[in-house]
């Protein structure tokens, strides 16, 4: 691996969040593995700080960096945007979220916990800055070190997972629609314009995004055992998804929301108890997040994540469990649920459906390559690493599974 960034003055960025403590020093190294995080740079720190009565302690935490060493990804994933759209989950997002529910006086073991706690961040050493440099970083806690395990992106959820995920996901949707209601005044000016569209098409350039048409067309070529008018039906699919990114922000409706938008097992993190079972979660990432309908989390998460088993027996089960929860969540907060019926629910995760399907079958693509390939440099990371997974039996009998189940529950 390259050396390890520098962070300049995290001394200053750090410290309002500490409580009268003073940070003194820190260690920091890589935290993830090419193939486990593309669009940034993440070093985990052990930070040792003064308390005010003198004591010295480790703190544990995690700097996010944009991709210094990688300037494809830098391309791709465009910082200018990203950064601001993450950073403003920790600094506005979550903290009105929480203020929402304790106005409505909900208890403590009631509040939503489902984002790490926030150490600070900055797009640029000037605090006046409005453009993105490489300065930029955003601190928060160290979740492992929490007692928070990350998944592995080979091994797909089972039903405990799927239903503690889902359950928290509905909160994160329903709080955000439920501030748009609530405070309207601070949510079109402190929140929703931080959340605008992120077209990654804009990003990759013409060249890159032939070559990942062609790559995704030779496995689907596999998938449909050459069934060429087949093939072509799938690709208007992506068709779809782009012309969904190139339109104007999505309209106020009633299930749009702050959607994650690439919630997928590396960007969960879990808490178990004693007999293994999850309990907790944290979402992080939230860098392509965006104004558009809640229909799109839940599509992409369960037909990417999910075991197949899971997928076949509960797929209606879950998104009952969703519905349950996102309802209550509303009514805990005093908005009004008459246009949250669950026949309108079904109608928007089937409207949903076909625009969102390529969503998960071109992340099949990239999340399911295979280690072997991986530089071990994040640097030397780029775009061809897809089309050295051409053909993968890991890849295509996912992505023929997708395309199953999306027609068996009239996602197509």
Not at 97 to 111: H, V
């Amino acid at each position: 691996m390259t050396s390890v960034p520098d962070i300049v003055d995290l001394k200053s960025l750090v410290e309002p969040y500490l409580n009268g403590a003073e940070l003194q020093s820190y260690d920091s190294r890589y935290l993830t593995k090419p193939g486990d995080n593309y669009g940034s740079c993440m070093l985990a720190i052990a930070a040792n700080i003064k308390r005010t009565n003198g004591q010295v302690e480790e703190l544990p935490i995690i700097a996010k960096l944009p991709p210094l060493t990688n300037e494809i990804y830098w391309q791709i994933f465009s910082p200018e945007r990203t950064c601001i759209t993450e950073n403003t989950v920790f600094h506005s997002l979550a903290p009105e979220m929480r203020q929402l529910q304790l106005e409505a006086g909900l208890p403590k073991e009631k509040i939503f916990d489902g984002i790490p706690r926030y150490y600070g961040s900055r797009i640029a050493l000037d605090p006046k800055a409005t453009k993105v440099d490489r300065d930029a970083v955003l601190v928060q806690e160290n979740l492992q070190i929490s007692g928070y395990k990350p998944g592995n992106r080979h091994k797909m959820f089972d039903f405990a997972h799927a239903q503690l995920v889902l359950e928290y996901l509905a909160q994160f949707h329903a709080l955000s629609i439920a501030l748009r209601h609530k405070k309207p005044e601070n949510f079109s000016k402190s929140i929703r314009p931080y959340f605008n569209r992120f077209n990654m098409n804009n990003t990759l350039g013409p060249e890159m995004l032939e070559d990942v048409r062609k790559s995704l067309r030779g496995d689907l070529e596999i998938v449909t055992n050459k069934n060429a008018k087949e093939v072509e039906e799938i690709m208007k699919l992506f068709d779809l998804f782009d012309e969904m990114m190139a339109q104007p922000e999505a309209a106020d409706g009633p299930f749009t929301t702050v959607s994650h938008f690439d919630l997928w097992i590396n960007n969960i993190m879990f808490k178990y108890d004693e007999k293994n079972q999850p309990q907790k979660l944290k979402f992080v990432d939230f860098q392509i997040a965006q104004f558009e309908s809640l229909a799109h989390d839940i599509i992409f998460f369960m037909l990417f994540c999910l075991e197949v088993a899971v997928l076949e027996n509960d797929f209606e089960n879950l998104l009952k469990i969703y519905y349950k929860a996102f309802i209550q969540c509303l009514e805990e907060v005093q908005v009004p649920t008459n246009e949250y019926s669950y026949e309108l629910f079904l109608n928007e995760i089937r409207r949903v459906g076909p625009v969102e399907m390529s969503h998960p079958l071109f992340m099949t693509k990239v999340i399911l390559t295979d280690n072997s390939s991986l530089p071990d440099d994040f640097k030397d990371l780029d775009i061809t690493v897809l089309s050295k997974n051409n053909g993968l039996k890991t890849i295509t009998s996912r992505m023929k599974e997708i395309l199953r189940l999306a027609k068996k529950y009239k996602l197509l």
